[in-house]
């Protein structure tokens, strides 16, 4: 008889918040953890918001298990959240970051500092317990590293930075130096640190966007307002937001006038106004009137929800510069190790001293501690990551903000990007029948419609009260037409070059078509199958941002272009106003051909916001969507504009190259003291504690550099100042 199969254990889904997961090596260390633990799955770390979140099968690794795996590599973890098959825990909120004196790493500061004091007082108190004193406190002092370097060892991190701190402050010891031990422990858990703090300012900025939208809603419902928490509030629903209040919801405007501040969500420093169907963002203040708005987003997908989520995604995504950094340091350890030794033991059996060169050997492995390399790169993007976001600026990664500030060229699509986006129909030419029946049947086709173009027809079916029929097997061809049968006719909405290849137009429609695309408007027909029912021509205007966008492009030596599907006349019009080369008529696949021939010449950007965009988007080295886009294009992108204004494309650029400056002054002040001290340790100048002040120097100086990135503003409100 076959054995019957083996169920498998049910999982939990456990979410922790991890104490001292202050840079990207903790953050692999606790991932390199993980990957060794049985029954552990679906592992997601966050530097940004400092949590853990997996799915743990507790019959093969228990829960304190884990728990205390992390304790040994120096974390302290926290459990925010644990829901198994059977139930489910609501999510808790996350501790309060506690100040520096009271983390786990500001208390072995404390202990270490009182631990040398104490020994320094004993010196002059009982100067025959001096030595005693001092080893008491290198030995005490240096438990905490040594047992992370042997956690991490056991995880196959051999070579760890808190070991060759153990072995210079334990080598100190052993040669009749402990008072220097001391100090070395002391000074490197001053520059852990400093590394923290600079982590927790870093978040700072993510921290507060997390904690804009309000805890509560005023729900309208058919007995009238009631207070509900905010993430109960579902698509569809009514809320009402009072002047000075929070919008609870990303939603639409129903009714009332006001203002919205959305500087802290996008970044747009002016207040907006907001009216019946307008666009409002949770987390944005309101003004001074009341406003009703419908929910078009639940809590977890709203867009404070997407920033954050984005940004976590970029952590995974880690900057070539990182990268290359962090192969170059798993050799570079075990080679500072190995040169060390060398001088610890070769001179002394060629003759010299053995107490000598062993000292000279030590403060050589303190020197070579690679802590302000490491922390060059991660600190640099991540503060700037956090600079971009805190101006609507969002970029997916370190590797699309490195590659940015090498781009040549910008592409731009024009519908939505450096146009508003909100065309209005400005002439309808019936061929057969009557206006308002041709324009019911094109906004029938329409009807949601992502596109701008089948927006505005529906807002002008909507404008002269007209009643819009339902349409039925609805499909769009990207760049071509859109299709559906309505009241059990079969028509589309075609641009006219698509409505050609169906059919030859006539020539005086032709001729109209041509005058209108020159004018820099843009034509559509409705046909009934092949045969043209009315001519509807639109005209879209350019942002008021983006004749200034193209200047400050071409003053950062990029070159700005335009792709459009849109007719070649309509194209040209818009592009010669803005000073700007132009390829028009391009079908989807076209610009990504378009987009593949620029990366053969240089790096390239494009920035669009419609659907058709997603193939150039992805194809391009950097793509950029328009805060105000589609889903699809948003999610394709390495980067989004959420202010809505083409000039965040320069922006972007400036981002990038100030944090691809920033990192280049890093890595010179880390190799540069390094070099500087390695001469003077072989020539017997430098001492141990001044060998670890180099480093904790180099890394205080790496942080400070990289925290000046928060600063940061585009050079154009640089400018205003």
């Excluded at 004196?101 to 208390?107: K, N, S, V, Y």
């Excluded at 203002?259 to 969500?265: C, F, G, I, L």
């Excluded at 970029?395 to 699509?413: S, Y």
């Excluded at 390239?604 to 988007?617: E, K």
Aim: charged share 15%.
């Amino acid at each position: 008889m076959a054995p019957l199969p083996t169920v498998p254990a049910a999982d939990t889904s456990l979410s922790y918040m991890v104490e001292g997961m202050d840079c990207a090596n903790c953050v692999q260390k606790v991932e390199r953890l993980m990957a060794t633990l049985p029954g552990a799955a679906e592992v997601k770390t966050s530097f940004a918001r400092q949590t853990l979140d997996l799915h743990l099968n507790e019959t093969q690794t228990s829960r304190a298990a884990l728990e205390g795996h992390l304790r040994s590599l120096g974390y302290q973890p926290t459990l925010l959240h644990s829901a198994g098959p059977e139930q489910a825990v609501p999510l808790s909120p996350a501790p309060v970051p506690r100040p520096w004196f009271a983390t786990a790493q500001g208390r072995l500061v404390l202990a270490s500092g009182a631990l040398l004091a104490a020994a320094w007082a004993l010196s002059f108190a009982a100067p025959a317990w001096e030595t005693a004193g001092f080893i008491a406190a290198t030995l005490l002092g240096t438990w905490p590293l040594a047992r992370a370097a042997w956690a991490s060892a056991r995880l196959g991190d051999l070579f760890s930075i808190n070991l060759l701190v153990t072995l210079a402050a334990l080598g100190a010891v052993a040669i009749g130096e402990a008072a220097e031990g001391a100090v070395v422990v002391f000074f490197f858990a001053i520059g852990e640190l400093l590394e923290g703090v600079a982590a927790g300012r870093a978040r700072e900025g993510i921290r507060a966007l997390a904690a804009l939208t309000p805890r509560t809603a005023q729900l309208v419902t058919s007995e009238g307002v009631r207070e509900v928490p905010a993430e109960t509030v579902r698509v569809g629903q009514i809320v009402q937001v009072v002047p000075g209040a929070r919008m609870p919801v990303d939603g639409t405007v129903l009714s009332g006038l006001s203002s919205a501040d959305e500087s802290q969500v996008t970044g747009e420093s002016i207040p907006v106004l907001k009216e019946a169907g307008a666009a409002v963002y949770a987390g944005s203040i309101n003004g001074d009137g009341v406003l009703t708005v419908r929910a078009e987003r639940e809590a977890h997908d709203n867009t404070l929800a997407r920033i954050l989520h984005l940004v976590e995604e970029a952590e995974a995504s880690r900057a070539p510069t990182a990268r290359l950094i962090e192969r170059f340091s798993r050799v570079y350890t075990p080679g500072v190790v190995l040169v060390s030794a060398l001088v610890a033991v070769v001179p002394p059996l060629l003759g010299a001293a053995w107490s000598e060169w062993l000292y000279r050997g030590l403060s050589l492995l303190l020197i070579g501690c690679p802590c302000a390399l490491v922390l060059s790169v991660p600190a640099a993007i991540t503060s700037g990551l956090s600079a971009g976001a805190r101006r609507g600026l969002l970029v997916k990664g370190g590797a699309a903000l490195e590659k940015l500030g090498t781009v040549k060229t910008v592409a731009f699509d024009k519908t939505g990007t450096l146009t508003v986006g909100t065309p209005q129909v400005t002439r309808l030419r019936t061929l057969s029948g009557t206006d308002d029946e041709t324009l019911r049947l094109a906004a029938a086709i329409e009807t949601g419609s992502a596109h701008p173009l089948g927006r505005a027809i529906v807002a002008e079916a909507a404008r002269r009260g007209l009643q819009v029929p339902t349409a039925q097997d609805a499909r769009a061809l990207p760049g071509r037409a859109v299709s559906a049968v309505v009241e059990g006719r079969a028509l589309s909405v075609a641009s006219p070059r698509h409505a050609a290849e169906l059919a030859p137009l006539a020539a005086d429609l032709t001729r109209e078509i041509e005058a209108l695309e020159g004018q820099g408007q843009t034509v559509v027909l409705l046909l009934d199958g092949t045969a043209p029912l009315a001519l509807l021509a639109l005209r879209d205007e350019p942002r008021p941002d983006a004749q200034a966008a193209v200047s400050r492009l071409r003053a950062l030596g990029v070159q700005p272009l335009m792709l459009t599907g849109d007719n070649a006349r309509t194209g040209q019009a818009i592009a010669s106003g803005l000073g700007l080369a132009v390829q028009a008529g391009l079908l989807p696949e076209d610009k990504l051909r378009a987009v593949q021939t620029l990366r053969e010449q240089g790096g390239v950007a494009f920035v669009g916001d419609g659907i058709n965009d997603a193939p150039a988007l992805a194809q391009a080295d950097v793509g950029v969507a328009m805060g105000g886009g589609t889903d699809v294009a948003l999610d394709t992108a390495d980067a989004a504009l959420l202010r809505g204004r083409v000039s965040g494309a320069a922006d972007l650029i400036e981002l990038s190259r100030a944090v691809l400056g920033n990192i280049r002054v890093n890595v010179a002040i880390a190799l540069g003291l390094k070099a500087a001290f390695l001469v003077t340790t072989l020539l017997g100048i430098t001492n141990l504690w001044m060998a670890v002040l180099a480093d904790t120097g180099a890394t205080a100086l790496v942080t400070a550099n990289a925290l000046r990135l928060l600063r940061w503003a585009p050079r154009a409100r640089r400018d205003q100042w």
